[in-house]
């Protein structure tokens, strides 16, 4: 029955990137831009960017944490303040060069991340220790120039938020990065279903320009991590670089100490690659753009038209995302079309089961079908979402768990994450054993799981490990 | 007592634009951004664009229109495909010249409007009159390269929202453009508390690329028009540039028919600009970020410390934007900063009220105080925000219709916009006309208000009156 479509999708374990493509075109979330390495986030995508915004925006109020907007254009002179920042972004900017009919004076780069700008304006507007913290987030577009690229998981423009703080102690920018991240934990499991790894990156993968960077990692089904969002810890480097000095209580100037984090519309490819299949997606309840589709078989029958209408009612009442599929295509063509669109549940309203006073509920995330009354069913299916959302959640932290394996050698290690696995890994202070890992494996250090371990031995060069790392190898 | 923060702000009699550049820079509405030209849009002023933002996106739902994401980057040759719209926009475009540590092959636009790349996008999706209308927008940020600048009114980089859409026939985009102009007329009434003037535009003032262009202007305070939205009837010219082609019913291969329309971060300054008065901001309560101010008065006093936290709650329960100064200002220095600040209710909350039961409700619309009993303040204050909005309209109503005068000649134009109103002017079909009166008196052709008149001459060359046209000096 299903054939029709999934003939048009690729089957997953035979070729992942062709499944990934295939299934984020055809369920039409997003199409190629004109400009190579662009994308355009159709409404189906976008839509489900909206949820995780909804989601994230009441999560910043209730931190204290205001929108803004700050301009795109970045003279080229504000990126070479801080060093390491500079070396880490300039290779894949995006400059204008000209505009209003005239060469500019000033070279202006388009943001590739806002740290240098709003550093910048915050310089300005910080005065004393009564100004702080200061919390503030924008929701932008972010233009990186990248070689391969891939829709929402590498483009040369992506739609993001980022938040930037400052605080009056080093101790206040530190908890802020550590709390935002957990807000990004939070957000994978309330409404994203996705079991994040939080952690710490080790020194060669951090934010150039952080003191630290904390990481949310996901797997993806072909046993790669998706690094899924970032929270830095900055320290006073890019209040030095920009000057941010406040009046401490004693009355002292000091410099600011400041944080940023942010997630993307990547986010949607994590989502994407954790809970598909070979029917296409299976959007998590909570951010899917149509939770509920009601397919009416036999549309011109008095009782099914009437049945639809009040299920419609209902769940519009209750605040669930429902859609009717009144189209002319046959009953059979819609289950696909859905099911391939990911759509958590499908109710059929037809009237053999309708004689019987039921209907049929189908879920997307196993594939199964129960018959259920007509009258409780609205209620039934809007708890059945939660169910839905429960069960992502644990299968994909299943998975996850089981393919997770120690490994004491780079060797182990190669073979653990050829075997689609992340390797948990003991490993020594120097970052040259993480890079080393990396040459030999192409397996990346994602993050360290845990710091000050003692007792064992560096799975690189032997010498003492102080921390364990997950290795693998990640889009 | 309001000494202190006028002091700082010019008189708006005396100094109009002075008095502008004052009111959004020290309400921190907004700030100059590095590069000449931009601007930082701050979390109070960002939050009325929120408020706007949630507005339109209820409406737009109404209407069917779908929000998506289109690439900020036009190759240069898509803007050169429409011949007028190219014309238009070329002298203000910025220009990306090199990514990627490479000089690009094609150059690439920043947008300037998306017509050109939304309209490729839509030719590969539309195929048949079944797809047709096609209806999206998007929430995004524009670049136009303009000499002269002004926080809100007139930047490099603005935000705005665009809609596109595609129908099977001509009265279809008529009709939507018709449409969404209501729903922009409906916002000033509803929303911003202006009453826009709304009709079509004459032939020297519409959009590179439209057929007919619909527009919302508004009065401002010093008489000024700002045109502060539009929505154009593109009929096929867009569609005929970029191949948008539709099987109709009949089976025959056919041009879709396409709108457009948008407005920007530029309504901010129209209700800065309409509203605003010596003190500062009066802002209209349905986009206000702050809708009632509490100003406790000895904080440390029991009795005041409940009852302020007794009015937040409600407040927040009948989702009313509520905050309470708790600050360690003194309450005159409070008032006067709520009030430039243009909080449409200030409650303050004082022992000596208390202790006959009331509370002092002070209204920044009217500057007037009065005594409510605390029990139902907060019912009161819910209430008198509506009241307020109909009062800003109403007022602002009056002082527009006060300011339209009819002129019958080039020298009573030039007399009637140098006394700062608008001159409602009878007018022949030859554009040439309008542009002799700009060329005279730098009053342009705001909108058409009537069509087909007869029986009149114009007010330039004397011969057949076709028309009633608005003009004005403007933004």
Redesign the interface.
Do not use: H, Q
């Given at each position: 029955m299903a054939k029709n479509f999934v003939e048009n999708i690729a089957d997953m374990e035979a070729d992942f990137p062709q499944w990934y493509t295939d299934v984020v075109t055809k369920t039409e979330l997003v199409?190629y831009?004109?400009?190579k390495g662009?994308?355009?986030?159709?409404?189906y995508g976008?839509?489900i960017?909206?949820n995780i915004q909804n989601y994230l925006n009441k999560e910043f109020k209730k931190e204290g944490v205001?929108?803004?907007?700050?301009?795109?254009?970045?003279?080229e002179s504000?990126l070479k303040r801080e060093a390491e920042h500079v070396e880490g972004f300039?290779?894949?900017?995006?400059?204008?060069?000209?505009?209003?009919?005239k060469e500019l004076d000033e070279k202006?780069v388009?943001r590739p991340t806002s740290e240098t700008?709003i550093c910048?304006?915050y310089s300005?507007?910080i005065n004393s220790y009564r100004d702080l913290p200061v919390k503030?987030n924008q929701w932008?577009?972010i233009?990186r120039?990248?070689?391969t690229t891939r829709p929402f998981l590498r483009t040369?423009?992506f739609?993001w938020q980022e938040g930037h703080t400052v605080y009056s102690t080093a101790e206040g920018a530190k908890e802020d990065a550590l709390r935002m991240l957990d807000v990004y934990r939070r957000l994978g499991e309330e409404c994203l279903a996705i079991p994040f790894f939080t952690g710490k990156k080790t020194e060669s993968e951090k934010f150039p320009g952080a003191l630290e960077t904390y990481t949310i990692e996901a797997m993806m089904h072909d046993g790669k991590s998706l690094q899924s969002g970032t929270s830095h810890n900055l320290g006073q480097n890019f209040a030095k670089a920009f000057n941010i000095k406040f009046l401490n209580k004693e009355g002292v100037l000091e410099y600011g100490y400041s944080s940023s984090w942010g997630v993307s519309t990547r986010l949607i490819g994590a989502l994407i690659m954790v809970h598909g299949d070979n029917r296409g997606l299976v959007l998590p309840p909570r951010v899917a753009p149509i939770q509920v589709v009601i397919v009416p078989i036999g549309g011109e029958n008095e009782q099914v038209l009437l049945a639809t209408k009040e299920l419609e009612e209902k769940f519009s009442e209750g605040g669930v995302r429902v859609y009717t599929d009144r189209t002319e295509n046959s009953p059979g063509w819609k289950f696909n079309q859905w099911e391939m669109k990911g759509v958590p549940i499908r109710i059929e309203v037809g009237p053999r089961d309708l004689a019987m006073g039921q209907v049929t509920v189908f879920r997307r995330d196993e594939l199964t079908k129960q018959q259920v009354r007509l009258e409780g069913a609205a209620e039934f299916a809007t708890n059945l979402l939660d169910e839905i959302h429960t069960n992502m959640f644990e299968k994909a932290k299943k998975f996850r768990d089981e393919r997770i394996e120690r490994a004491n050698s780079v060797e182990e290690i190669l073979k653990v994450v050829d075997d689609k696995k992340f390797a948990r890994v003991d490993i020594c202070e120097d970052e040259n054993c993480c890079l080393k890992v990396k040459e030999k494996t192409t397996a990346t250090s994602r993050m360290i799981e845990e710091e000050n371990i003692s007792g064992k031995n560096c799975a690189v060069c032997g010498k003492k490990a102080t921390r364990t790392v997950l290795f693998a190898r990640s889009y």
């Open positions: 199409d831009g004109p400009v662009t994308m355009v986030i159709r409404p976008y839509e960017w909206e205001k929108n803004a907007y700050f301009p795109m254009f970045i003279p504000f300039a290779p894949e900017v995006a400059v204008v060069t000209y505009a209003g009919g202006l388009v700008i910048e304006m300005k507007w503030m932008c577009n233009v120039w990248e070689k040369s423009e739609l």
